[in-house]
DNA sequence: ATGGGCACCTGGCTGC
DNA sequence: TGCAGCCAGGTGCCCA
């Protein structure tokens, strides 16, 4: 479920319920995530504030005094802030009991999901420090995109889902951003011009941002446990859109596969 | 360094 | 109805 629109949801609706809270305990139902779930989190969370909720790429960062849990959802993963007393179903893994009398509820049926502890600055653990730079902030834009190109032989599509180039852009919105870029995906990212890298650039921050903008309108302080939230899936032009007419020249959907994903496209209006 | 492929899991759907 | 096969919104890691 969680491409970058939907983690920022998810950060902005949980924030609201955790921040200025302390955590009273912490059950743990199944500590095999994609990495088990460090023994003694529990111990390092109870008894602290926690001080802040952020965002970095599709890693969330749950901040206290004492350090960070880094939380991410994987493909299936859901985190949702529920009465702590609130029945369970399959999945749940993991409960951050709040003083509050509510809790935080991560459920991932695939558990490729994380959860896991860092002390000190939590962007200089492994899974951030290598990270490239946030689709929607200064730093990211045609040009960058262009000069990291340089050389890079792989498919443009390939190249804006690599999280060291640029973060945050996952299967749906990478095929959606390159059909309003008017780019074949199969494009080697070296052969895209800088021209082409800009309309690129501003596609991906307009795709990104217009799916949070409608996460944001569905979800207050839940998070959507079904499918893609709300009123984004109607506004897709080409994914999971196979054999039906293009929304611009009518030409079939092309889907191809790459790099193991499906992958889709107007062969007309992405030459 | 780069690129390609595999791995980790469960669940839902399709077709026989 | 049962079951095999395929597909799924992610990404770290291993190998050539």
Redesign the pocket.
């Known amino acids: 479920?969680?491409?970058?629109?939907?983690v920022e949801t998810t950060c902005r609706g949980i924030a609201p319920s955790l921040v200025g809270r302390r955590v009273e305990r912490v059950v743990v139902r199944e500590r095999?995530l994609?990495w088990p779930v460090p023994r003694g989190l529990e111990g390092r969370l109870t008894g602290r504030a926690i001080t802040s909720v952020r965002r970095r790429?599709?890693?969330l960062l749950i901040g206290t005094e004492a350090g960070t849990l880094i939380a991410?959802?994987?493909?299936?993963g859901s985190l949702r802030v529920l009465d702590q007393d609130a029945p369970t179903i399959?999945?749940d893994h993991v409960d951050i009991v709040l003083d509050s009398g509510r809790c935080l509820r991560f459920n991932d049926?695939?558990?490729?999901g994380c959860l896991l502890w860092v002390e000190g600055d939590p962007t200089r653990h492994?899974?951030l420090a290598?990270?490239g730079p946030e689709p929607l902030e200064e730093g990211f834009g045609g040009d960058y995109l262009w000069s990291r190109a340089?050389?890079?032989?792989?498919?443009i599509k390939?190249?804006i889902?690599?999280?060291?180039v640029v973060?945050?852009?996952?299967?749906?919105?990478?095929s959606e951003a390159l059909f309003r870029a008017g780019i074949r995906p199969s494009t080697?990212?070296?052969r895209v011009s800088r021209q082409r890298m800009q309309a690129l650039a501003a596609a991906i921050s307009d795709v990104l941002g217009e799916a949070i903008k409608v996460g944001g309108t569905t979800l207050r302080d839940y998070v959507n446990p079904?499918?893609?939230?709300g009123y984004?899936r109607q506004r897709l032009f080409v994914?999971?859109r196979a054999g039906e007419p293009c929304r611009r020249c009518r030409t079939p959907i092309r889907?191809v596969?790459q790099?193991?994903?499906?992958t889709y496209y107007c062969p007309r209006c992405q030459q």
Do not use: T
């Not at 991410?72 to 299936?76: A, N, W």
């Not at 973060?167 to 990478?174: M, S």
């Not at 790099?259 to 499906?262: C, E, I, P």
């Open positions: 479920m969680p491409e970058l629109p939907e095999r994609r790429a599709k890693y991410h959802l994987g493909m299936s399959a999945h049926p695939r558990r490729f492994a899974l290598g990270l340089r050389g890079r032989r792989v498919a390939l190249f889902m690599n999280a060291q973060v945050g852009v996952g299967n749906i919105y990478a080697p990212a070296c079904d499918g893609l939230p984004f994914y999971e889907q596969v790099g193991q994903r499906s």
